[in-house]
T-cell receptor
């Protein structure tokens, strides 16, 4: 079945540091890929997405490129801020018959210190 | 615009008591609806999804059940809670391949 694997956390960085969060996936066909973010005490919200190979999703300074050859969708940001502290989830969406479901990774907690 | 609401936001219940978490969606019709659970250290687990009134698919065997009595209402229930039911429960609806989540309901079973 479909699966998403994220790097182990938590991750602690200083403000303005470079961020990379690894994500790899296993899926049949051609899934769409997503990064969701969960700020403390809140639900999840979409950060960025990519729907086909070589697409780059970007938002709020974050980027991720859909790499079919390495089945990866790594999240990057050049300079993190304290306000980026949150839990980040990688996810994929693949059609299953008449329905589509998102499969999530375990999430990784990012803490950015001033 | 579409919105999704969950309640209650926080719930503390004793073992063996019943549970009812409610989720409603506004601004759309016939949405696909989902219940996820987020347990500490275990990421997000899909519990149930529904493609229409009265249609429920269960993803994992467990102590919980779901119902969809109206088009935009999705309810998560239990007759007798277990300690292992503690977690953060998220309702979501789907547009295309993307999910939109509610604010979540934190359940603590003591």
């Amino acid at each position: 079945g479909d699966s998403v694997t994220q790097m182990e956390g938590p991750v602690t960085l200083s403000e303005e540091a470079f961020l990379t969060i690894n994500c790899t996936y296993t899926a049949t066909g051609y899934p769409s890929l997503f990064w969701y973010v969960q700020y403390p005490g809140e639900g999840l919200q979409l950060l960025l997405k990519a729907t086909k190979a070589d697409d780059k999703g970007s938002n709020k300074g974050f980027e991720a490129t859909y790499r079919k050859e390495t089945t990866s969708f790594h999240l990057e940001k050049g300079s993190v801020q304290v306000s980026d502290s949150a839990v980040y989830f990688c996810a994929l969406s693949a059609w299953t018959g008449a329905n589509s479901k998102l499969t999530f990774g375990k999430g990784i907690t990012l803490s950015v210190r001033p | 615009s579409q919105t999704i609401h969950q309640w209650p936001a926080t719930l503390v219940q004793p073992v063996g008591s019943p549970l009812s978490l409610e989720c409603t969606v506004e601004g759309t019709s016939n949405p696909n609806l989902y219940w996820y659970r987020q347990a500490a250290g275990r990421g997000l687990q899909l519990l149930f999804y529904s493609v229409g009134i009265g249609q429920i698919s269960s993803e994992v065997p467990q102590n919980l059940s779901a119902s969809r009595p109206q088009d935009r209402q999705f309810i998560l229930s239990s007759k007798k809670l277990l300690l292992s039911d503690s977690g953060f429960y998220l309702c979501a609806w789907r547009l295309g391949g993307e999910l939109f989540f509610g604010e979540g309901s934190r359940l603590t079973v003591l």
